[in-house]
């Protein structure tokens, strides 16, 4: 299984994968996965990936002829995003957690940024995975116990990422 990111979904299999996510049989099912009983926060309920943040993930199936069939995982939030907007990903650009909740799926929570703005909301924001959820005063508190090598390993990653 292929974990696919935004920018990686070819445009052509966009359309394919849109007009299916697009049918009532497949958003019916996909909503009806997801807790829209909170005012903030829509979480999915199903499966996520178990590899970093905790994205929900989601089958999409197609069959171009009788041969050639194929499926594929999306990120759940990405298919949210489609299905609400009733269009593709925007090219070139990732669909971002205004929420910093990787699990959320509210259409409202997620807007198209570049890949370097998302990182820089995810690392402001203090985005958390599925065990941990860092506040700036916890963050703060564990700089203090770094080392002076830690502290500049650390940095030298975060200076890296934010070029």
Request: net charge positive; hydrophobic share 30%.
């Amino acid at each position: 299984m292929k974990e696919i990111i935004e920018e990686e979904i070819p445009e052509e299999e966009q359309i394919e994968l849109l007009r299916i996510i697009l049918t009532p049989r497949f958003s019916n099912r996909f909503w009806n996965n997801v807790d829209q009983a909170t005012v903030g926060c829509w979480k999915w309920k199903l499966s996520f990936y178990q590899t970093g943040l905790p994205y929900g993930q989601v089958r999409v199936r197609s069959k171009k002829s009788k041969e050639d069939t194929w499926r594929t995982h999306m990120r759940t939030h990405q298919v949210a995003y489609m299905i609400y907007n009733n269009t593709i990903l925007p090219k070139g650009l990732v669909i971002g957690h205004e929420c910093n909740n990787a699990r959320c799926c509210n259409p409202k929570h997620l807007t198209p940024k570049t890949h370097k703005e998302n990182m820089k909301d995810m690392f402001g924001g203090f985005r958390h995975n599925s065990q941990i959820e860092l506040r700036k005063e916890q963050l703060e508190k564990l700089v203090q116990n770094l080392t002076e090598s830690e502290k500049k390993f650390v940095f030298n990653i975060l200076q890296k990422q934010f070029k």
